[in-house]
C-alpha cells in the first residue's frame, strides 16, 4: 500500500509564507507526476500546481508567481512553498501523485492526502 501525507498548513496572516510538503510511503517503485489541489470552503476543488518527473512545473493563474512546486525524490517528498498568501489561499490543500506500486500489486495508480488545512487571515 501507498499512504500520502500532507503537512505544513496552518494560520497566517495576508503577505505571510507557509510551506506544505507532501510525503509518500509505503511499496513504492517511482512516483511520477505530483499535484496540489486545494478544497475551498465552497467545496470547489482546484488545480494549484503540478511537477513532472522530469521536473516541469505547471501552476494555475491565480497561484502563478507566487507559489513554488518542488520534489526531492530521495525523500519520496514534494514541497509547496506559498509567499504572498490572500484570504482567498484559504482551502484545505490536498496531494495527488501518479505512483507506480507494488503492492498489493503492481502498476501505476492514482494516490490522494487527507489534505492539511491553509488558513489566511488578518
Known amino acids: 500500500q501507498v499512504q500520502l501525507v500532507e503537512s505544513g498548513g496552518g494560520l497566517a496572516r495576508p503577505g505571510e509564507s507557509l510551506k506544505l510538503s507532501c510525503v509518500a510511503s509505503?511499496?513504492?517503485?517511482?512516483?511520477?507526476?505530483v499535484a496540489w489541489y486545494r478544497q475551498t470552503p465552497e467545496n470547489q476543488r482546484e488545480f494549484v500546481a503540478e511537477i513532472t518527473t522530469g521536473g516541469t512545473t505547471n501552476y494555475a493563474n491565480p497561484v502563478m508567481g507566487r507559489f513554488t512546486i518542488s520534489r526531492e525524490d530521495l525523500k519520496n517528498t514534494v514541497h509547496l512553498e506559498m509567499n504572498s498568501l490572500k484570504p482567498e489561499d484559504t482551502a484545505i490543500y490536498l496531494c495527488?501523485?501518479?505512483?507506480?506500486?507494488?503492492?498489493?500489486?503492481?502498476?501505476?495508480?492514482?494516490?490522494w492526502g487527507q489534505g492539511t488545512q491553509v488558513t489566511v487571515s488578518s
Open positions: 509505503g511499496s513504492i517503485r517511482k512516483i511520477h507526476n
Open positions: 495527488n501523485a501518479h505512483i507506480l506500486s507494488s503492492a498489493p500489486k503492481v502498476g501505476v495508480f492514482d494516490y
